[in-house]
């Protein structure tokens, strides 16, 4: 799973939940597949991803001196932060963890590099 | 007598390929010999039949069979010119046939006029003889005059005189108003009402102005008469409302069909004028051949009618059983017949479920509440389990992506998020690499295929899709939706895909159509059944012959509904479609499906607030449709 995909991942699905996001994720193996930068693609993508669930993928891969907490302005500009932003969302993909609703603890397997969302029929 | 002609299927076409190396011109006798060993060599192994040092009866063609194109028709031609033939057997995918003869004399006088001289061999090869110490004994013996007849067929001889004959021939001929067609092998007329060969049936609120002939008159006491006389007077002999004239020619035949169940009722009568032709009628693997007499009446009723297609090979000669132990050919002559019928105006009520349109359509409302409560398991059983078993299979015959879902795709400015909710083996995440597609399914097998091809996927269902609230730019959802058992839930997948769109967003949603043809032009689907397309056989008699096949095959899924027959039109909006896996095993896998009536999608769609439909089209047997989430 890249972390892209992780962006938009929710349990809102879950009986009773309200939000479900960011999921916390959790990672046991990981891989880095290098992948062209293309700074146009990266921005032209951020108006569309959540940045408090990018901090918090920084937060697990631990690429929080590099990303801040808030967006910050005229992020475009910042050609290193888009860097690492692009190597976040698309070079790092996690073969092996889970991931956690925030709200009831819910856990989604991530295995073989596949979460796997799918809920019990009692669950929803 | 037993006079046999029998065609039956039999393993492993390998042989033809071995014999059209072997197949070449009139050969030297040592050349000659040694081409004999070898096509002797496979006979034995296939069948354990052996060459026979002195004349027989019987007689090998050693080297042209069914396989190389060598027909019946052909070999009786060239046979029968020099001796008595009582039996020809003719083998599926095979490089050799067998001829019985009526006498050892007839044998040796065809042996001598044939053997390395005749050219019915593949291309015009010289064909080689053997005579044998017998011809394989089959089982299955699919044709036989001597069979009693379907139940409820009837043939009324000497039915109506010549005078009467020239009288209809003439008025029908110069009924200039009546509803006239070209059917590939045949001219076809209408009286009373239009028979349409698409939909196949009739349209009872649209009568023709052309009634039914008033020279036809005279039948009506007729019919009642003969019923009379030959204790039918248990059919209802009402008065026809509908004729169809089929006009032969020598050559010309129709297919193997059943008279639509729900369009005409029981029984069917059809006059043969101008000459004979022997009809077939066929049950599984029954066929039993009944030559129509000049001037006779056919009455088709119960059985008969219902469970027993009729056909007649497109052929120019006949060969009939005579008197003696032989076989004559009649060359075939032009003929026509007048088939007569009653309107329905109704659903049928018959017995005989495997031909009945109106078994096979009815979707009752109890059938709709059981899908509804069955939907979970149904779905878990005759959709997950099977694509997670199949996975690897389906991924191989799934390679290329239609050319409107690659349009779509396109379609988006670059940098766009799709979602393709339920992507299979993910053909469509790679169409356009300038999106950001991300895919998810239910099968662990096909996202496996994904991920091995570096696709981002997650396992969902597609009823709760795990992704935020008017995230996505678009999404496509390609044969999915067809698989959940109920409206509600095919509903509830279209709502989820218009939440997680943002304003502005589009989807497009494929989903297996019901009817596979539009403007009279079969779907992909249905044009790769070549065998009916060639007119070899028929939907009808594909699916008889699944019904037998399946009998025994399948355990019994817990929800009872039809197993479609694959590449023929659907019957039904909720069936099983068969997927026989390509291994040793060949099993059969029961995937089930609700292919859609025309509108029904744009029907749901309407039922969904948020979005609005930007366009509904027909692809190649799928209805499809694009719709945007409104920005309120
Ligand atoms: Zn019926």
Same mark, same amino acid.
């Given at each position: 799973?890249?972390?892209?995909?992780?962006?938009?991942?929710?349990?809102?699905?879950?009986?009773?939940?309200?939000?479900?996001?960011?999921?916390?994720?959790?990672?046991?193996?990981?891989?880095?597949?290098?992948?062209?930068?293309?700074?146009?693609?990266?921005?032209?993508?951020?108006?569309?991803?959540?940045?408090?669930?990018?901090?918090?993928?920084?937060?697990?891969?631990?690429?929080?001196?590099?990303?801040?907490?808030?967006?910050?302005?005229?992020?475009?500009?910042?050609?290193?932060?888009?860097?690492?932003?692009?190597?976040?969302?698309?070079?790092?993909?996690?073969?092996?963890?889970?991931?956690?609703?925030?709200?009831?603890?819910?856990?989604?397997?991530?295995?073989?590099?596949?979460?796997?969302?799918?809920?019990?029929?009692?669950?929803? | 007598?037993?006079?046999?002609?029998?065609?039956?299927?039999?393993?492993?076409?390998?042989?033809?390929?071995?014999?059209?190396?072997?197949?070449?011109?009139?050969?030297?006798?040592?050349?000659?010999?040694?081409?004999?060993?070898?096509?002797?060599?496979?006979?034995?192994?296939?069948?354990?039949?052996?060459?026979?040092?002195?004349?027989?009866?019987?007689?090998?063609?050693?080297?042209?069979?069914?396989?190389?194109?060598?027909?019946?028709?052909?070999?009786?031609?060239?046979?029968?010119?020099?001796?008595?033939?009582?039996?020809?057997?003719?083998?599926?995918?095979?490089?050799?046939?067998?001829?019985?003869?009526?006498?050892?004399?007839?044998?040796?006088? !065809?042996?001598?006029?044939?053997? +390395?001289?005749?050219?019915?061999?593949?291309?015009?090869?010289?064909?080689?003889?053997?005579?044998?110490?017998?011809?394989?004994?089959?089982?299955?013996?699919?044709?036989?005059?001597?069979?009693?007849?379907?139940?409820?067929?009837?043939?009324?001889?000497?039915?109506?005189?010549?005078?009467?004959?020239?009288?209809?021939?003439?008025?029908?001929?110069?009924?200039?108003? *009546?509803?006239?067609?070209?059917?590939?092998?045949?001219?076809?007329?209408?009286?009373?009402?239009?028979?349409?060969?698409?939909?196949?049936?009739?349209?009872?609120?649209?009568?023709?102005?052309?009634?039914?002939?008033?020279?036809?008159?005279?039948?009506?006491?007729?019919?009642?008469?003969?019923?009379?006389?030959?204790?039918?007077?248990?059919?209802?002999?009402?008065?026809?409302?509908?004729?169809?004239? +089929?006009?032969?020619?020598?050559?010309?035949?129709?297919?193997?069909?059943?008279?639509?169940?729900?369009?005409?009722?029981?029984?069917?009568?059809?006059?043969?004028?101008?000459?004979?032709?022997?009809?077939?009628?066929?049950?599984?693997?029954?066929?039993?051949?009944?030559?129509?007499?000049?001037?006779?009446?056919?009455?088709?009723?119960?059985?008969?009618?219902?469970?027993?297609?009729?056909?007649?090979?497109?052929?120019?000669?006949?060969?009939?059983?005579?008197?003696?132990?032989?076989?004559?050919?009649?060359?075939?002559?032009?003929?026509?017949?007048?088939?007569?019928?009653?309107?329905?105006?109704?659903?049928?009520?018959?017995?005989?479920?495997?031909?009945?349109?109106?078994?096979?359509?009815?979707?009752?409302?109890?059938?709709?509440?059981?899908?509804?409560?069955?939907?979970?398991?149904?779905?878990?059983?005759?959709?997950?389990?099977?694509?997670?078993? !199949?996975?690897? $299979?389906?991924?191989?015959?799934?390679?290329?992506?239609?050319?409107?879902? *690659?349009?779509?795709?396109? *379609?988006?400015?670059?940098?766009?998020?799709?979602?393709?909710?339920?992507?299979?083996?993910?053909?469509?995440?790679?169409?356009? *690499?300038?999106?950001?597609?991300?895919?998810?399914?239910?099968?662990?097998?096909?996202?496996?295929?994904?991920?091995?091809?570096?696709?981002?996927?997650?396992?969902?269902?597609?009823?709760?899709?795990?992704?935020?609230?008017?995230?996505?730019?678009?999404?496509?959802?390609?044969?999915?939706?067809? $698989?959940?058992?109920?409206?509600?839930?095919?509903?509830?997948?279209?709502?989820?895909?218009?939440?997680?769109?943002?304003?502005?967003?589009?989807?497009?949603?494929?989903?297996?159509?019901?009817?596979?043809?539009?403007?009279?032009?079969?779907?992909?689907?249905?044009?790769?059944?070549?065998?009916?397309?060639?007119?070899?056989?028929?939907?009808?008699?594909?699916?008889?012959?699944?019904?037998?096949?399946?009998?025994?095959?399948?355990?019994?899924? $817990?929800?009872?509904?039809?197993?479609?027959? +694959?590449?023929?039109?659907?019957?039904?909006?909720?069936?099983?479609?068969?997927?026989?896996?390509?291994?040793?095993?060949?099993?059969?896998?029961?995937?089930?499906?609700?292919?859609?009536?025309?509108?029904?999608?744009?029907?749901?769609?309407?039922?969904?607030?948020?979005?609005?439909?930007?366009?509904?089209?027909?692809?190649?047997?799928?209805?499809?449709?694009?719709?945007?989430?409104?920005?309120?």
């Amino acid at each position: 799973m890249k972390l892209s995909t992780y962006n938009f991942l929710t349990s809102m699905a879950i009986k009773g939940v309200k939000v479900g996001y960011p999921l916390k994720l959790t990672i046991n193996k990981k891989e880095v597949v290098e992948t062209e930068f293309n700074a146009t693609f990266v921005e032209r993508l951020l108006p569309k991803l959540d940045w408090s669930a990018i901090y918090s993928a920084a937060q697990v891969v631990e690429l929080t001196d590099d990303i801040p907490a808030v967006q910050p302005e005229n992020i475009a500009e910042n050609e290193q932060l888009m860097q690492k932003l692009h190597h976040l969302l698309f070079e790092i993909d996690v073969l092996d963890g889970q991931l956690e609703c925030p709200e009831t603890g819910r856990v989604f397997p991530i295995t073989d590099g596949i979460p796997n969302m799918l809920l019990n029929e009692d669950e929803v | 007598m037993r006079l046999n002609l029998t065609a039956v299927s039999s393993p492993s076409p390998i042989h033809c390929q071995l014999e059209k190396m072997i197949a070449t011109h009139v050969s030297k006798p040592k050349k000659v010999d040694k081409k004999k060993r070898r096509c002797l060599a496979i006979i034995k192994a296939d069948y354990n039949v052996t060459e026979s040092e002195t004349p027989t009866i019987f007689l090998a063609i050693l080297n042209a069979g069914l396989c190389n194109g060598l027909t019946e028709e052909t070999l009786l031609a060239k046979a029968t010119a020099h001796g008595k033939v009582s039996q020809v057997l003719m083998l599926a995918s095979k490089s050799y046939c067998f001829l019985k003869c009526a006498s050892i004399a007839d044998a040796e006088s !065809i042996f001598l006029a044939m053997h +390395n001289v005749s050219t019915i061999g593949q291309h015009g090869a010289v064909c080689y003889l053997s005579y044998v110490t017998g011809i394989p004994q089959l089982e299955a013996v699919e044709n036989d005059w001597n069979k009693p007849l379907p139940k409820g067929l009837i043939l009324l001889t000497d039915f109506i005189t010549e005078e009467e004959e020239s009288a209809l021939l003439k008025a029908i001929g110069n009924d200039s108003r *009546s509803n006239e067609g070209n059917m590939k092998n045949r001219r076809v007329k209408h009286f009373g009402y239009e028979f349409v060969y698409g939909s196949n049936n009739v349209d009872s609120t649209k009568p023709l102005e052309c009634r039914i002939p008033t020279a036809c008159d005279f039948l009506w006491p007729r019919f009642r008469q003969a019923a009379a006389e030959n204790d039918l007077q248990g059919l209802d002999w009402t008065q026809p409302d509908q004729l169809t004239v +089929n006009e032969y020619e020598p050559g010309h035949g129709i297919p193997p069909h059943v008279d639509t169940h729900s369009a005409f009722l029981d029984p069917i009568l059809s006059l043969s004028l101008e000459s004979d032709v022997v009809m077939e009628f066929r049950r599984g693997s029954e066929c039993t051949p009944l030559l129509l007499l000049r001037r006779s009446l056919l009455v088709m009723s119960g059985e008969a009618r219902f469970d027993w297609m009729h056909g007649i090979r497109p052929r120019h000669l006949d060969w009939l059983p005579t008197a003696t132990v032989s076989l004559t050919m009649e060359p075939r002559r032009k003929r026509t017949s007048l088939t007569f019928r009653r309107l329905r105006r109704g659903p049928c009520h018959c017995q005989f479920p495997t031909l009945c349109d109106t078994h096979q359509s009815t979707a009752p409302k109890l059938l709709m509440d059981t899908l509804a409560k069955q939907a979970v398991s149904l779905e878990q059983q005759n959709v997950h389990d099977v694509y997670n078993k !199949i996975a690897n $299979h389906f991924s191989d015959t799934r390679h290329t992506p239609w050319p409107k879902v *690659s349009d779509f795709l396109h *379609s988006f400015d670059p940098q766009s998020i799709v979602l393709d909710v339920g992507c299979g083996n993910g053909k469509y995440l790679c169409c356009n *690499s300038q999106l950001l597609a991300i895919g998810c399914d239910r099968s662990q097998g096909l996202l496996g295929v994904c991920n091995s091809r570096q696709q981002s996927v997650f396992r969902c269902d597609c009823l709760q899709l795990p992704i935020r609230t008017a995230s996505m730019d678009g999404c496509i959802s390609i044969a999915v939706i067809h $698989h959940l058992a109920s409206s509600e839930r095919r509903l509830t997948a279209l709502r989820e895909m218009a939440r997680i769109l943002r304003p502005g967003g589009r989807a497009l949603v494929y989903v297996w159509a019901k009817e596979q043809r539009r403007d009279n032009n079969k779907s992909s689907y249905l044009r790769q059944n070549k065998a009916v397309n060639k007119e070899r056989t028929t939907e009808q008699a594909q699916r008889q012959h699944q019904a037998a096949q399946l009998e025994h095959k399948i355990n019994p899924p $817990h929800v009872s509904l039809p197993v479609h027959t +694959n590449r023929t039109e659907f019957q039904q909006q909720d069936v099983f479609v068969p997927w026989k896996t390509k291994d040793a095993e060949h099993t059969t896998f029961l995937r089930y499906y609700h292919v859609f009536e025309e509108q029904e999608l744009e029907r749901l769609i309407a039922d969904v607030p948020e979005v609005f439909l930007i366009k509904s089209y027909y692809d190649q047997g799928n209805h499809c449709v694009i719709f945007e989430r409104a920005v309120s």
